[in-house]
């Protein structure tokens, strides 16, 4: 197990731990030789295959020199361990802060044969030993750490910190280059598998291929995540993402006299060759209070928040509305008329934060006219995604957690990703015999097994997101009854065949039985704005940069873009944000991961 202590940054601070590929191959070393200690390798017997004369003999004299004194100074240090801080001296004495990736290449060439070696030897001792949990993740972990090491060196990342020349591979091909081959251990563990799990990577929804991910985008997202993290490798937020991101930017800009012009559907961007022209939009509803405009917040536990349906009460024909989804693209609502906004008399510059799933739609023109566009449309892709979340009545130790607060991914397909969200329950409103001790939130892809319905608001094909979330809530029911009780023993009892204690869900309406169940929330993501953007190998260089869309007043914000991070993430999102409005004002000066 690796430890990543907590520390004082904050993230989006400037300067502190800078991404420095050289760096992190020290820390990485100074990593690897922490998680031989304890173990059944530390201490044991390595006879010919690691003896001292004949290793000496393969080291750079500076490195001879270190190992002589390593051993003589500290003779109890094991030799795994004298060998990884060998070359973690080595490297920081003969490190050349004027050479680009901070040594000559014939010294790196030494290191990473060097260290192909010492994994081979190490498998070569552990390999009968991987029924061992404590031997199989240190394998792993080595096997992992040091492959992606090697491949950075002689990929020659290292000294180009060009991550996007990896990405025409698929993680897992690139790593199979540079691993100790053993079997599909490292390959197919929880480790590698969660890198494809946290990013959604599997088209089409299809967990059982295993999953793409562009290598050098995933290995630049968990270097920076594991060596440059601020204060802690995670955050979890107070209360719901809308009412603590959303709620107070929204707030910020309006009283920074931003107009919001809300229930406006885009339906189609209209361009020339070199600028957008027009924008057609649907006025979805109208205001019963125009002059007023529509108030979207609602105070819950004295928190600004967003509720989960329109507030009815502001809209003309409002109580109409409750069958319908104003968010879906295959609801049959007809709205309320037509607008068309008019470059020069409504709008000078645009950007467009749309996410990328509805550009087929909304953005045929520009695909048509430009060649750009209609490479990033035909090689990015999306997937489908679905979320479930259950609030349940005894906190998670009697549900029958044993471990921390978990969050974790890898876990039983195709609902991978599980954390407990018990820290938001204070800003939510429960009856006193119904409020929960427990939030647990799941999510993972869902597979696109049929071709969705036209997008035309026909009555007919208004039902197919509910049909898409009565699919989530088989998939739910199946997941908690053949995996929950591995999470929740108390919960999901294994000995009555998988038997959900219906009594421990929380229920605002006091249901009986499976009605409690029922009343848990299911998500579905298939409308085109919902789509999660995926980052398959080869699709990295068809991403737009915010400031560069091919048309001169049109500027991009949304995780499809271009920038340091390439994948779908709130991260990728607001940096894109940041350099659409540098590309429009010139600022801000410094974006954290784009400047450092």
Not at 318 to 346: K, V
Not at 447 to 457: D, F, H, K, L, S
Request: net charge negative; charged share 20%; with cysteine.
């Amino acid at each position: 197990e690796i430890f990543f202590p907590p520390h004082d940054m904050v993230p989006g601070d400037e300067g502190g731990t800078n991404f420095a590929l050289s760096a992190i191959i020290l820390t990485l070393l100074s990593v690897l030789e922490s998680c031989f200690e304890d173990t059944s390798l530390d201490g044991g017997s390595y006879g010919d295959l690691f003896d001292d004369k004949s290793f000496r003999a393969l080291l750079p004299a500076v490195f001879r020199d270190i190992y002589a004194a390593i051993k003589e100074n500290m003779p109890e240090i094991s030799a795994p361990r004298a060998f990884l801080r060998t070359l973690r001296l080595g490297l920081h004495h003969t490190r050349d802060e004027n050479t680009k990736g901070g040594w000559s290449y014939w010294i790196l060439d030494i290191v990473t044969y060097l260290l192909h070696l010492f994994v081979k030897i190490v498998w070569c001792l552990v390999k009968d030993k991987m029924d061992d949990t404590a031997d199989r993740r240190l394998w792993i972990i080595l096997n992992l750490a040091v492959g992606i090491g090697i491949g950075l060196i002689r990929d020659k990342v290292l000294f180009t910190e060009n991550f996007d020349s990896i990405d025409k591979y698929d993680l897992r091909a690139w790593l199979e280059k540079y691993i100790v081959h053993d079997g599909g251990l490292t390959l197919d563990s929880a480790l590698v598998r969660g890198f494809y799990s946290l990013a959604f990577a599997f088209p089409g929804g299809d967990t059982s291929t295993g999953g793409r991910i562009a290598a050098g985008t995933i290995l630049k997202i968990l270097l920076r995540w594991f060596f440059t993290y601020r204060g802690s490798l995670y955050y979890k937020f107070s209360a719901g993402t809308g009412d603590v991101a959303f709620a107070p930017l929204y707030e910020v800009l309006r009283r920074r006299g931003v107009k919001f012009e809300f229930f406006r559907r885009v339906e189609a961007l209209h361009c020339s060759e070199t600028e957008i022209t027009s924008i057609d939009l649907q006025r979805q509803v109208e205001l019963k209070d125009p002059a007023v405009g529509y108030e979207p917040l609602i105070s819950v536990n004295r928190l600004p928040a967003w509720p989960s349906e329109p507030l009815y009460q502001q809209i003309v024909d409002g109580e109409q509305l409750h069958d319908h989804n104003l968010e879906s693209a295959w609801d049959d609502w007809p709205g309320a008329g037509q607008i068309t906004l008019e470059q020069g008399r409504d709008f000078d510059k645009v950007v467009l934060g749309i996410p990328l799933g509805s550009f087929k739609y909304i953005c045929q023109d520009l695909i048509q006219k430009n060649a750009r566009w209609k490479e990033m449309t035909t090689l990015m892709q999306t997937v489908w995604t679905q979320g479930i979340q259950y609030w349940m009545l005894p906190p998670l130790p009697q549900l029958g957690w044993t471990g921390p607060e978990p969050m974790m991914s890898a876990y039983i397909e195709p609902v991978d990703t599980y954390a407990d969200m018990s820290q938001t329950l204070w800003a939510e409103r429960w009856p006193d015999a119904e409020t929960p001790y427990a939030v647990s939130y799941m999510c993972g892809v869902m597979q696109m097994t049929e071709t969705p319905p036209a997008y035309t608001g026909s009555p007919e094909y208004a039902g197919f997101p509910a049909q898409l979330v009565d699919r989530t809530k088989t998939t739910a029911m199946d997941w908690t009854t053949s995996g929950g009780h591995l999470l929740w023993p108390n919960f999901v009892r294994q000995d009555q065949a998988g038997q959900l204690q219906w009594e421990m869900f929380a229920d605002a309406s006091a249901g009986v039985g499976e009605e409690r169940f029922n009343a848990q929330y299911f998500r579905s993501n298939a409308d085109p704005d919902q789509q999660y953007v995926l980052s398959v190998p080869g699709s990295t260089q068809a991403r737009l940069p915010s400031g560069d869309s091919g048309f001169a007043n049109l500027y991009l914000a949304g995780d499809w873009t271009y920038n340091y991070v390439n994948a779908g993430s709130v991260e990728c999102t607001v940096t894109s944000g940041f350099l659409a409005s540098r590309a429009i004002c010139g600022q801000p000066a410094y974006i954290f991961g784009e400047d450092a």
